[in-house]
């Protein structure tokens, strides 16, 4: 079986379409978990699989995401962006768009720079969600919008903000990296009661008001060296504080992406994705 590995700011991704992976097995999340294991398998956060048929016309592709957990989960951000590559750079697609169904609705990716395996897009993301009921956040009174929440996390009181790109979002706010275990704090969070789906979560350190940097623990993951749904998140927590402008660079551990809450309420992400290697499944 063929498969191809791409990375967007170290956020890794096994890419196979559909038609391959369809002869090695039929159970996909099981699969997802052998093959992103990064000592017996080929290693990445996640799979993305490239399906062989799309359900929308005015898509495409359409894709279904794994986590290394082998659950499966609506959309990564890095990911579409890393599926979006492996079709201009391995095959071929040509167009200067492309539009890339996800469990949460179809995403148009516009290329902006080509090198070999290198190719940089702006992403259209999504209309974000900000209500408990749509993130899922289980909160007494409903409310609207999640900003400057508290709860007990590990016998301390933690203020998050909560927000939904197709998957659920805790941001939290930091002065410094280092002056927390922010790991231990995200596996916690990650299957906090609140959370009836668990939950991304990002620690947000604000640096002027159109530059943050974050770090991130996925659901279903654990560290990522960065997460493009999860910049979202952060982004949108810092502006719905007053922290940033509504156009944001977000620093990651490996680089930066760009983050704009456009007028219209969609949010646009603009990074980069590369080829890694591509190999053969044996197994």
């Known amino acids: 079986m063929q498969f191809h590995k791409y990375q967007a700011l170290g956020n890794d991704f096994i890419v196979i379409r559909e038609s391959e992976l369809r002869t090695v097995t039929t159970d996909y999340g099981e699969f997802a978990k052998r093959i992103c294991d990064r000592h017996f398998g080929a290693g990445a956060d996640g799979m993305e699989v490239v399906l062989d048929r799309k359900k929308a016309d005015d898509a495409d592709y359409e894709i279904r995401l794994y986590n290394a957990d082998g659950g499966e989960t609506p959309i990564s951000g890095n990911g579409t962006r890393c599926v979006g590559a492996f079709l201009y750079v391995a095959e071929r697609w040509l167009k200067p768009k492309i539009r890339i169904a996800t469990a949460v609705g179809i995403k148009t990716l516009t290329l902006l720079d080509r090198e070999g395996g290198y190719c940089e897009f702006r992403m259209e993301v999504g ?19 999640v900003i400057r929440q508290r709860f007990q996390v590990d016998g301390q009181e933690i203020e998050f903000t909560a927000t939904s790109m197709g998957n659920p979002h805790c941001s939290i706010f930091v002065d410094d990296f280092e002056a927390l275990d922010w790991r231990r704090l995200g596996a916690i969070i990650e299957t906090h009661p609140a959370f009836p789906d668990r939950t991304n979560v990002e620690f947000v350190r604000v640096l002027s008001r159109d530059e943050i940097e974050v770090r991130f623990w996925e659901r279903g993951v654990g560290e990522t060296l960065a997460s493009g749904t999860g910049s979202c998140g952060a982004a949108l927590a810092a502006m719905l504080n007053g922290l940033v402008e509504r156009k944001v660079q977000v620093k990651t551990a490996r680089g930066a992406m760009e983050v704009e809450w456009r007028a219209d309420d969609v949010v646009t992400q603009t990074g980069e994705a590369r080829a890694v290697f591509s190999g053969e499944w044996i197994r």
């Open 127 to 145: 209309t974000p969600k900000f209500a408990s009921s749509e993130i899922p956040l289980n909160i007494d009174p409903p409310l609207a919008q």
